[in-house]
Nanobody
Framework: VQLQASGGGLVQAGGSLRLSCAAS????????IAWFRQAPGKKREGVSG????????YTADFLKGRFTISRDNAKNTVWLQMNSLKPEDTAVYFC?????????????????WGQGTLVTVSS
């Protein structure tokens, strides 16, 4: 499956963005989907993941209450709703797919990646 992440942009601190991860070349309901992010000079880190049927989700503790992952398999799309954004959320955000959802997220476990979308939060 090929993934396309979109929805990034420039937003002021306290604002919101919704990222989308759209699939092509396959049906998304065969895959658990995760969002990772990588800030300049930092390692890629797991943000949130959702199981194939959407019944199980995980979000990094430091993002709980602000970020929410969801999916609609009929639309072949997964979203990451990001609220109360902070400058430290600035990063390139990637979506990735694998068969089963496991937590914590490890980027090495994911074989299919989208190209990333840049989120910049200004103070």
């Amino acid at each position: 499956v090929q993934l396309q992440a979109s929805g990034g942009g420039l937003v002021q601190a306290g604002g919101s963005l919704r990222l989308s991860c759209a699939a092509s070349g396959g049906t998304l309901d065969n895959y658990a989907i995760a969002w990772f992010r990588q800030a300049p000079g930092k390692k890629r880190e797991g943000v949130s993941g959702i199981a194939r049927n959407g019944g199980t989700t995980y979000t990094a503790d430091f993002l709980k209450g602000r970020f929410t992952i969801s999916r609609d398999n009929a639309k072949n799309t997964v979203w990451l709703q990001m609220n109360s954004l902070k400058p430290e959320d600035t990063a390139v955000y990637f979506c990735a797919a694998r068969g089963l959802l496991r937590w914590p997220l490890r980027s090495a476990d994911f074989g299919s990646w989208g190209q990333g979308t840049l989120v910049t939060v200004s103070s």
